[in-house]
């Protein structure tokens, strides 16, 4: 298993520095590169959202830097995507999940971020970007997703959904395999390879056959 960071929404926020810090903890540097990737941001405030992640990540004692990842071209454009390669940790921010998947979806962006994965870098998602990172997501529709993380789907800001409903609306794709992850903001998992263990003042929910359960920061599990 690859090393990977799933959250639930609010990026870049006090809240979330337990899970940031962990993040860092697991890099062989003291200040390790992390690079922010706004596109789901895109059609939002993606130069914002850069700044908000590099302020906060140089407030946690990193090295950060940004990639404007913003369009199909961008994501097929080398020069652009090169950046990447000497990140310690690279973090998909918050937005619009679907522009996410269409603009990296079989890009040249896509296959140097699985490059520096199975290398040893930490690929981070918050809400949007956590979505886009698994096998499959729900965003008004079922849609395949990048696969970065294989057989999981990510339910963000789940603090504001109904268990009950979202189990029976994710049956079908546990029936098929998928791990079907409710995250809360500010709270999430992150895998070092070998186990994944849950940061944040909130909840995570596993959606299993039988019905799901939860899990508390500092507690193991398994996907």
Known sequence: MYR???????EFRDPCEQFDRAIISMCSSESPN??????????QNPYLAEKNGCNYFTKLGATPNSVSILTRKDSNNRDLTSQIESSEIIYLTGGDPKHLV???????FLETLLTQMRDGAIVAGSSAGAMAMGAMMHYRE?????DIVNKIMTVPHHENKVPEII???SLNYIQMGITVIGLDSGTGIISDGATCKVYGDGQVVIYEIKGWQTYQSGEELTI
Request: glycine share 10%.
């Open 4 to 10: 990977f960071a799933l959250l639930g929404g609010n």
């Open 167 to 169: 189990y029976r609306e």
């Open 102 to 108: 269409d603009v990296m979806k079989e890009s040249v």
């Open 34 to 43: 992390v690079t922010i990737i706004p596109t789901a941001a895109a059609n």
């Open 142 to 146: 079922s849609i395949g997703a990048l």
